[in-house]
């Protein structure tokens, strides 16, 4: 995060919340979508520093496209 390091704001942690819904006539015409039945996946992932929430970002993708992979360290 290194535009938030260079305005000198440390960003330590990231939340993303996943879920699936059906499309939204806009952005069926953004993402060039069936008109029936299409689903999107929509991600919203918020960046943290110690003082809250810096930035937050709504993502929306087609759900038939893409696949979403998390790795996550266990100690």
Excluded: K, N, Q, S
């Excluded at 995060?1 to 879920?19: K, L, N, P, Q, S």
């Amino acid at each position: 995060m290194a535009r938030f390091d260079h305005i000198g704001i440390r960003i330590d942690r990231c939340t993303e919340r996943v879920t699936a819904r059906a499309a939204r006539p806009d952005e069926i015409d953004a993402l060039g979508l069936p008109v029936r039945g299409a689903y999107v996946l929509v991600i919203e992932r918020t960046y943290h520093a110690d003082r809250g929430p810096v930035e937050t970002a709504d993502i929306v993708f087609p759900g038939d496209r893409y696949e979403l992979v998390y790795r996550f360290p266990i100690d």
